[in-house]
């Protein structure tokens, strides 16, 4: 009897550890983002679980695809989250990486007439629509006493944005990191506005109702967010190591990937009151921009159940049981 019982728990034991092996997390990606901080980290070794990676060149499409459901998980700005929620995505953020918004900027070229936000009326601006760099742009004209009304926008891409800067077609693009640093070491821009008190800094990361509904997916995203927010610590204790890992992964001289990384100073963290508040002032901000057609409340967008502990201790939480 005590043989059999012992063999039946190490059946089941076994049983356990593969269906864990077996679950299979699917990530959204966008390059020089969670995968590279958690590579350089070797923060991926004897996962309990698969991964699978999907790289986006924007958070556009990285919106759609959690969306329609064909990833569990992704990293997404503030402004592109709010789009998807607006949309009818059937997504919530789980955590959120603080960060010096410095680098989310208004960039020109370096012999550009152009000193403050007040000289934005009757230019021409590139951006991606959407993005947070369409977002500090308006806030920085409004902080000027201009609208959308004043100037010219241009959605464009960043690299086609750049060149669009590049070549005088437009006068200012509206980047983030690391296009921004790369402008300001290698293509001789500089920075017109920061987004210092125009942009909170969040970013986070949003799963599926599907999968934080899924047990298994839900402890493998616990898991993950520790792996990240340890990865992240790592990363800013270390910043020669990893600039020069991540100039590699990305294909940027370590130069700018250096400037950019340091001066944001990302941060993981759960999500919490004031972060909430801040996402319904994005909100607003959007929604009275008409950028939005309907006011939002944002709270249903979030899921504070995910903890984050400092010193790559594995964490637990509710979202575990």
Do not use: C
Request: glycine fraction near 6%; avoid cysteine.
């Amino acid at each position: 009897m005590i043989k059999t019982l012992s063999l039946f728990l190490m059946l089941f034991g076994a049983s356990s550890v593969a269906n864990a092996a077996e679950v299979t997390l699917r990530v959204a990606d966008q390059k020089g983002g969670m995968r590279a901080v958690l590579e350089a980290a070797n923060k991926l070794n004897q996962l309990p679980y698969h991964l699978q990676w999907t790289e986006f060149p924007a958070a556009a499409p990285l919106g759609e695809a959690l969306n329609a459901g064909a990833v569990d998980a992704g990293i997404i700005g503030d402004a592109p989250l709010l789009f998807a929620q607006a949309g009818g995505a059937q997504v919530k953020a789980i955590a959120v990486a603080k960060s010096n918004p410095y680098g989310t900027a208004l960039l020109v070229n370096n012999n550009s007439p152009l000193k403050s936000a007040r000289d934005l009326k009757g230019k021409s601006i590139a951006t991606n629509r959407g993005s947070i760099g369409h977002f500090v742009a308006l806030k920085a004209l409004a902080s000027a006493g201009l609208t959308a009304k004043d100037v010219t926008f241009r959605y464009l891409p960043p690299a086609d944005a750049k060149l669009a800067l590049s070549r005088g077609d437009v006068d200012v693009w509206a980047t983030w990191e690391p296009y921004t640093a790369y402008a300001e070491t290698q293509d001789h821009m500089r920075v017109l506005v920061n987004g210092r008190g125009l942009w909170s800094g969040n970013t986070f990361v949003a799963a599926t109702d599907s999968a934080l509904a899924d047990p298994a997916k839900r402890k493998a995203l616990q898991d993950f967010l520790q792996r990240l927010a340890s990865a992240q610590q790592w990363a800013n204790q270390h910043p020669d190591a990893y600039s020069a890992t991540l100039a590699k992964m990305i294909g940027f001289p370590v130069q700018a990937v250096k400037l950019s990384f340091t001066r944001k100073n990302m941060v993981w963290q759960p999500i919490d009151a004031a972060t909430e508040a801040e996402q319904q002032q994005t909100a607003d901000f959007y929604h009275h921009s008409g950028l939005l057609p309907k006011a939002l409340q944002v709270a249903p967008a979030f899921d504070r159940s995910f903890l984050l502990h400092s010193g790559g201790s594995q964490a637990t939480s509710a979202a575990n049981h």
